[in-house]
């Protein structure tokens, strides 16, 4: 059973930064890909961006320049962080982080832009 356990959420200002981690604990290591999702107010939930266990990301186009993706893989643990720069008030929503197989999510945590 993979348990997703998400930080690093809050209020922040325009043109400031946050990381997000995502730590996946797991007694059967079988994690190909991570990634994060996020979920505007009213919209559907969306790709961020992903990373394979061997380190392959992929990035939305929204995403590509300000976001950075990375893993740290361990014996029975893996973190997963985004890295947002640049924030805007329409990077608004609730980032929740992915991981697969088996297909998990996290709880989701707030992301806030606004001055």
């Known amino acids: 059973q993979v348990q997703l356990v998400e930080s690093g959420g809050g209020l922040v200002q325009p043109g400031g930064s946050l990381r997000l981690s995502c730590a996946a604990s797991?007694?059967?290591?079988?994690?190909?890909?991570m990634a994060w999702y996020r979920q505007a107010l009213g919209k559907q939930r969306e790709l961020v961006a992903s990373?394979?266990?061997?380190?392959?990301?992929?990035?939305s186009d929204f995403a590509k320049g300000r976001f950075t993706i990375s893993r740290d893989i361990a014996k029975n643990t893996v973190t997963i962080d985004l890295q947002i720069n640049s924030l805007k008030p329409e990077d608004t929503a609730v980032y929740y982080c992915?991981?697969?197989?088996?297909?998990?999510w996290g709880q989701g945590t707030q992301v806030t832009v606004s001055s």
């Open positions: 992915f991981t697969g197989p088996p297909n998990m």
């Open positions: 797991t007694s059967r290591f079988s994690i190909l890909v």
């Open positions: 990373i394979t266990r061997d380190g392959i990301t992929n990035y």
